[in-house]
T-cell receptor, first 117, second 110 residues
Framework: GAVVSQHPSRVICKSGTSVKIECRSLDFQATTMFWYRQFPKKSLMLMAT?????????EQGVEKDKFLINHASLTLSTLTVTSAHPEDSSFYIC?????????????FGPGTRLTVT | SQQGEEDPQALSIQEGENATMNCSYKTSINNLQWYRQNSGRGLVHLIL?????REKHSGRLRVTLDTSKKSSSLLITASRAADTASYFCVYNTNAGKSTFGDGTTLTVKP
């Protein structure tokens, strides 16, 4: 199977600071990476889609200056939550589609739990 | 709404019983996946069913797909307390866009 990792798995930060979350495809080249956010007891909401070497496409209502996404290589995408506030506390999950797999087959990372105090 | 629909939202059964969850969607899809999530944890992939398939099995799991009705079901047979979790369907279009269902919270009582 295809493995996607996220780092860190858990982070606590103070209000006003920025936090970077990494998403890596470990054994495949990811054509596209996706970032999702999950509130407690809710489903996952797509935040943005990023393709290697190009700007991310954000879903409606997601502030691109707040959630900076960089997809520098075929195996790494980063999400930076800038000037974090307590309402940004959430579970963030990334996923990736593999270049050599069928369309729409996504492989999910284990998630990062962000707590902003 | 961005989300697909799943029902029931919550399901509580006794150990040994079967659990059925349903997922409906609105677009043409390439495939549909089912995931499990334990409370506060990441997603665990269960099954992927492609649009040209009607049924797939994996252990105690059975997934069906009816593209004419735009719906899928996940059946867990002989449930165990360890099956307690939230279950999500994710449907994927040919364009690569994925949409999550609202999820079903399953509680299996020992």
């Amino acid at each position: 199977g295809a493995v996607v990792s996220q780092h860190p798995s858990r982070v606590i930060c103070k209000s006003g600071t920025s936090v970077k979350i990494e998403c890596r495809s470990l054994d495949f080249q990811a054509t596209t990476m996706f970032w999702y956010r999950q509130f407690p007891k809710k489903s996952l909401m797509l935040m943005a889609t990023s393709n290697e070497g190009s700007k991310a496409t954000y879903e409606q209502g997601v502030e691109k200056d707040k959630f900076l996404i960089n997809h520098a290589s075929l195996t790494l995408s980063t999400l930076t939550v800038t000037s974090a506030h307590p309402e940004d506390s959430s579970f963030y999950i990334c996923s990736a589609t593999a270049r050599d797999r069928g369309p729409g087959e996504q492989y999910f990372g284990p998630g990062t739990r962000l707590t902003v105090t | 709404s961005q989300q697909g629909e799943e029902d029931p939202q919550a399901l509580s059964i006794q150990e040994g019983e079967n659990a059925t969850m349903n997922c409906s969607y609105k677009t043409s899809i390439n495939n549909l996946q089912w995931y499990r999530q334990n409370s506060g944890r990441g997603l665990v992939h269960l099954i992927l069913i492609r649009s040209n398939e009607r049924e797939k099995h994996s252990g105690r799991l059975r997934v069906t797909l009816d593209t004419s009705k735009k719906s899928s079901s996940l059946l867990i047979t002989a449930s165990r307390a360890a099956d307690t979790a939230s279950y999500f369907c994710v449907y994927n279009t040919n364009a690569g866009k994925s949409t999550f269902g609202d999820g079903t919270t399953l509680t299996v009582k020992p």
